[in-house]
């Protein structure tokens, strides 16, 4: 069974860094896109970034220059380095996984707070 487990979220003061992980296990087949999401203003997850199998990454506009998304393919890993953090990037964020073939791998999420 493949599970998905973020963890790094927690409370930070606005301008503050954080490093979300999100790690796989019981994955079997390969990874082509490892990717962020968090809840958009209408209730649906949107996607802030994203990394594929030759390391291409996009950005959501609302994080392009502040946060980076890195890989570790051995360990079936995928990071969230966030800097320069707003209050309004505060949110619950998770991390998805699509293999090559078959449905999406989501993981539950982990809870982002940008206050004083």
């Known amino acids: 069974q493949v599970q998905l487990v973020e963890s790094g979220g927690g409370l930070v003061q606005p301008g503050g860094s954080l490093r979300l992980s999100c790690e796989a296990s019981g994955i079997t087949k390969k990874i082509k896109v490892w990717a962020w999401y968090r809840q958009g203003p209408d209730g649906d997850r949107e996607i802030i970034a994203s990394?594929?199998?030759?390391?291409?990454?996009r950005y959501a506009d609302s994080v392009k220059g502040r946060f980076t998304i890195l890989k570790d393919d051995a360990k079936d890993a995928v990071y969230l380095q966030m800097s320069g953090l707003k209050p309004e990037d505060s949110n619950i964020y998770s991390c998805?996984?699509?293999?090559?073939?078959?449905?999406?791998?989501w993981g539950r999420g982990t809870p982002v707070a940008v206050s004083t």
């Open positions: 990394i594929g199998t030759d390391d291409s990454t």
């Open positions: 998805r996984a699509d293999p090559l073939f078959g449905p999406s791998y």
